[in-house]
């Protein structure tokens, strides 16, 4: 028996995920009175410059890790971020369309934005309620809870003891930690282009282990 008990250090359980939720790389900029091209009603922005700077970032950061797989959304600006992560592990890019941004109805395609600088009362009232459904046509807060919490479980559950990349938005990140922390739907909504959070999966229990790492990017 040893005569000294060092302090606890975590390490997910046997058959756990772990999984590391990258946030795209900054996008196009909206223009008024244009709309993004749309996938399945959703805008679907190329990265801008800037955007593929924070995806090289993002590759040299995690090109070291013993990541097996890397998860994308069906909206491009996820597959861009993710290609130099790819191509430096020499992993093929699995879509994962349940894990695609929150549908955004009426103001999808760029209007949002400007909705949102302008204070526009449906956007005043949805971050006061916390509630997206509050957006003229947009999924309600609930439906996109259920559907992350559901694709990040069928992914952790086909890559047990495995560390995962999941390249996707900052509604996804917000609503992903709100459902492994129990916090309020929008307390974690603003997840930085590039950022990476972290997420430890077994069976039906989410472990938030870190939120918004923007190391990488400084």
């Given at each position: 028996?040893?005569?000294?008990?060092?302090?606890?250090?975590?390490?997910?359980?046997?058959?756990?995920?772990?999984?590391?939720?990258?946030?795209?790389?900054?996008?196009?900029?909206?223009?008024?009175?244009?709309?993004?091209?749309?996938?399945?009603?959703?805008?679907?922005?190329?990265?801008?410059?800037?955007?593929?700077?924070?995806?090289?970032?993002?590759?040299?950061?995690?090109?070291?890790?013993?990541?097996?797989?890397?998860?994308?959304?069906?909206?491009?600006?996820?597959?861009?971020?993710?290609?130099?992560?790819?191509?430096?592990?020499?992993?093929?890019?699995?879509?994962?369309?349940?894990?695609?941004?929150?549908?955004?109805?009426?103001?999808?395609?760029g209007a949002y934005r400007f909705h949102a600088a302008e204070g526009h009362p449906a956007f005043e009232k949805a971050r006061a309620g916390e509630e997206w459904g509050e957006i003229p046509g947009a999924e309600t807060t609930a439906a996109l809870h259920g559907r992350v919490r559901d694709a990040l479980l069928r992914i952790a559950r086909a890559h047990p003891d495995e560390r995962i990349a999941v390249v996707v938005h900052g509604g996804v990140i917000g609503a992903a930690m709100a459902v492994a922390t129990g916090a309020r739907p929008f307390a974690f909504n603003g997840a930085a282009n590039g950022s990476i959070s972290r997420l430890v999966i077994r069976g039906d229990e989410f472990i938030a282990r870190g939120f918004n790492d923007c190391a990488h990017l400084e």
């Open positions: 028996m040893s005569d000294e008990a060092r302090q606890h250090r975590f390490v997910p359980a046997k058959g756990a995920a772990d999984l590391l939720l990258i946030r795209h790389g900054e996008t196009e900029a909206a223009r008024r009175g244009e709309s993004f091209p749309l996938v399945d009603g959703h805008g679907d922005p190329a990265l801008r410059p800037e955007g593929e700077a924070q995806a090289r970032a993002v590759a040299e950061r995690l090109g070291g890790e013993p990541i097996t797989a890397i998860y994308v959304t069906s909206l491009r600006r996820t597959h861009q971020t993710a290609a130099p992560l790819a191509e430096k592990l020499g992993l093929t890019l699995m879509t994962e369309p349940d894990l695609r941004e929150v549908f955004l109805g009426d103001w999808d395609g």
